[in-house]
């Protein structure tokens, strides 16, 4: 390159340096990017028998299937439904996500999603959920569940946990209610809720709604019951709210006697909260 005075510089370009460097940091993050969604993927691990019947292309019989969600919900089945030794354990979900570290193959106590067969008739499900599934998982963990579950002649119950902070209402005084039900359902759902429909402007998030959304695409009947309570953690008043869900079922899932304290305790955790605003 020739200056004003004369002079030749040389001078290279950078540009295909940039360009390669470019290229570098484009693969460097496509491949995080690749990891971090192996990472989050949604995985279902089911029992011996259970597997070897899915290898051969065919769906699980089902014509009940009931999904807990929360800890209240979830502590509900334990006490009063599985509470007896009607129920095997036959496979379980592991999610990753920022607030769940389950890894693959793996459960702990925070991170459960656990599904249960009747001993007596297989054709009835129940899984019982309190890990967090982050938005961009409850597609996947829909889809992933109800591929392998008949659809023909399948009845949904969803009972799950809400703060009745969330609720909406013109009437300040309905918290003092709490715990109470409200429930949304399909279009293919022909029976009577138990409880009022949930009012407007509320609505659903999280699993429940997923689970409601892919069942009201494939027209499959689902009700789901959501638990408003004015308790955060898991509650034996809260869990009892939950069982009129369970007297459309029939003897499908048959409701244990109430149980003893200590067997309440093992599902209800106690906890002093510090006694100021800065919790």
Wanted: glycine share 4%; proline share 5%.
């Amino acid at each position: 390159m020739a200056t004003f005075f004369g002079e030749v510089l040389s001078v290279y370009s950078r540009a295909v340096e940039e360009d390669e460097e470019e290229l570098d940091e484009n693969e460097e993050d496509e491949e995080i990017r690749r990891e971090l969604e192996e990472k989050r993927e949604v995985h279902l691990h089911w029992s011996p028998e259970v597997s070897e019947s899915l290898k051969s292309g065919s769906k699980l019989p089902c014509s009940d299937f009931l999904l807990a969600v929360g800890h209240n919900a979830a502590g509900f089945l334990s006490v009063y439904v599985l509470g007896s030794e009607s129920w095997d354990a036959v496979g379980h979900a592991s999610v990753w996500n920022e607030r769940s570290r389950a890894g693959a193959g793996t459960t702990s106590e925070e991170s459960v999603c656990v599904f249960y067969r009747h001993k007596n008739n297989p054709s009835v499900l129940i899984c019982q959920t309190t890990c967090y599934i982050a938005e961009d998982q409850l597609f996947q963990w829909t889809e992933k569940v109800f591929d392998v579950l008949q659809h023909r002649q399948l009845n949904v119950t969803v009972l799950s946990d809400s703060s009745v902070a969330e609720y909406k209402t013109s009437d300040y005084l309905c918290g003092s209610s709490a715990p109470f039900l409200r429930s949304l359902h399909t279009a293919a759902f022909s029976g009577q809720p138990v409880c009022q429909s949930l009012e407007q402007p509320n609505i659903i998030t999280g699993l429940p709604a997923a689970v409601l959304n892919h069942c009201e695409v494939h027209r499959v009947a689902t009700v789901v019951y959501q638990c408003y309570s004015d308790v955060t953690g898991p509650d034996s008043v809260t869990m009892e709210t939950f069982k009129p869900a369970l007297t459309k079922l029939g003897k499908s899932v048959q409701l244990n006697p109430p149980p003893s304290t200590d067997v309440l305790r093992k599902f209800v955790r106690t906890t002093n909260l510090p006694s100021n605003l800065y919790i």
